[in-house]
Every structure is written in structure tokens, then in C-alpha cells.
């Protein structure tokens, strides 16, 4: 009778083992999770896969060196510049576009740069740089921080003259930097799905959107198995499959902040 409760515990030990195996990991940004959309879809996707997802949320740059470690099975990430670099090192197997939003920038209503309602996001930059107004950049080589700094070249402006000035690096993310914004009465580039999820505004409000250059593009990679055997390809893959999927995809339209949608599905079918 022992040994048959011994064996019986055996097969219940390595049935629940192998259900824990079927766990990922996905490096991605902030945003995705800041903006409350994997707590929305994980528990969708697992469901329907019977895999479990641990997130990692970092800024992009961080989370595409997570994949290049092979400390994550999947990338989902928002800089086409970086991803494009990762992908041409043998690093991702494939890209695939999931969903965009788009950039906005965020202010005090007292708008000391003047800037509300403008559609030039470059304008809108040189005006705050001009006005020497304070702004908050998350400094941590994200997506977000990424797109910035593109911007701010566009604008021609030279940040080095107002470091520790009014332009304050913080190395830290989208949550962290619009809570500093609110306290401070400072501008800052936000993606518009977090800025929506916010709930400690303050006196901010979006003063800046609608430029094309403001477009925000998600995409995601399965992990390369031949730079790093330890990737789970089968269940890395499904996640993959399954965002791109017309059930992944409905699933992005469908989340919701205050009515508003967040992020809008856009994979090749």
C-alpha cells in the first residue's frame, strides 16, 4: 500500500512538474504592462494554451539584451531601429508588427512653453527648450527614450546645454517618469496607452499629438533556439502565434481604459 501511494505521489509530482515547465518568459517594455494590457491578455492567452507567461518589463533596449542573453524566450518590444539590429544578428527568428498607438507629449496645463494644441511635435520641443520649461526624459534606452531623442535631433535642439538644467534624465519608466512629471509640473514624451492608464495626473494634461512621427509601433520575436538551446521554442512560438492570431488580435482591440482603446491590432494575416 506504501509503494503504491509512493508511486502515486511520483506521477503527482512530475504532472505538476511538467505543468510548471510550461512556463515562458517575455522581456518587454513598460508600457505593456504599465498600461494594465498583459494583465488583461496573459490570462487570455494562458487559458487557451495552458502556458504560463512571467514578464519581464523593462525599457526596449534592456529587454532586446535580456533576448540576446537567452534569458527570455520572447521579445515584445517597440523601437523598428533596434528590433531591425536584432534581428539582422541572428538574434529574433522572425519579426512580426502586433499592434501600434502613438506617442503624445504630456505637460502642466499652465503650459509655461505654449505648446497646447500644436500638431509639430518638433515645434513643440524647441518651444520647451527655448522656454528652458522642465522636462522629464526617462533616460533608460527604451523604446519611449528611443523616440525622444530622434525627436530632439529632429528639433535640432542640443540637449547637452540643459542637462541638470530643465532636461532631467531619470533611468526609470513610463510610471515612474509621468510620477515625476505630476510633482514637478514637467513635460515629458509618454506613450498614450500608459498616459491613459494613469490615474495620478495632477495638473498634466496631453498638449501635443496627432504628428505622424509620433507613431508607435509594437513587434514581437521568438528568441533564436540556435544562439540559445535553453528557449522554449514550442510554447516561445505559441505566444508569438496566438498575438498575431485573429483571437490575440481582437484580444488587443478589446482593452480597454475608460472606454478608450489603447492599442490597435495590426498583424499580417
Known amino acids: ?135 522629464i526624459s526617462r533616460g533608460d534606452k527604451s523604446g519611449t527614450h528611443a523616440a525622444e531623442l530622434r525627436l530632439w535631433k529632429e528639433a535640432g535642439v542640443d540637449l547637452s546645454a540643459g542637462k541638470d538644467d530643465w532636461y532631467r534624465e531619470i533611468g526609470q519608466g513610463m510610471g515612474p517618469a509621468l510620477n515625476m512629471a505630476s510633482s514637478s509640473n514637467a513635460y515629458l514624451l509618454s506613450d498614450r496607452g500608459t498616459w491613459l492608464s494613469f490615474k495620478n495626473r495632477g495638473e498634466l494634461a496631453i498638449l501635443t499629438e496627432g504628428d505622424k512621427r509620433l507613431f508607435n509601433q509594437y513587434g514581437v520575436m521568438l528568441v533564436n533556439p540556435e544562439k540559445h538551446p535553453n528557449v522554449r521554442t514550442k510554447d516561445g512560438q505559441a505566444f508569438v502565434d496566438w498575438l498575431v492570431s485573429s483571437k490575440g488580435q481582437d484580444a488587443i482591440a478589446g482593452y480597454k481604459v475608460g472606454g478608450e482603446q489603447l492599442f490597435f491590432p495590426n498583424a499580417s494575416h
Open 1 to 135: 500500500m506504501k509503494r503504491i501511494v509512493a508511486i502515486g505521489a511520483v506521477l503527482l509530482w512530475s504532472t505538476i512538474a511538467s505543468a510548471q515547465d510550461r512556463t515562458i518568459t517575455v522581456a518587454s517594455t513598460t508600457s505593456t504592462e504599465q498600461s494594465g494590457l498583459f494583465g488583461y491578455l496573459l490570462p487570455l492567452f494562458e487559458k487557451a494554451a495552458g502556458v504560463s507567461v512571467k514578464v519581464v518589463a523593462v525599457g526596449t533596449g534592456q529587454a532586446l539584451d535580456i533576448g540576446r542573453r537567452g534569458d527570455a524566450d520572447v521579445v515584445f518590444v517597440h523601437d523598428r531601429v533596434a528590433e531591425d539590429k536584432f534581428m539582422s544578428e541572428g538574434q529574433g527568428v522572425k519579426r512580426f508588427d502586433v499592434m501600434y498607438n502613438d506617442f503624445v507629449i504630456i505637460g502642466p496645463k499652465s503650459d509655461p512653453a505654449r505648446i497646447a494644441g500644436g500638431k509639430d511635435v518638433t515645434d513643440a520641443l524647441r518651444k520647451i527648450a527655448a522656454a528652458k520649461a522642465p522636462f
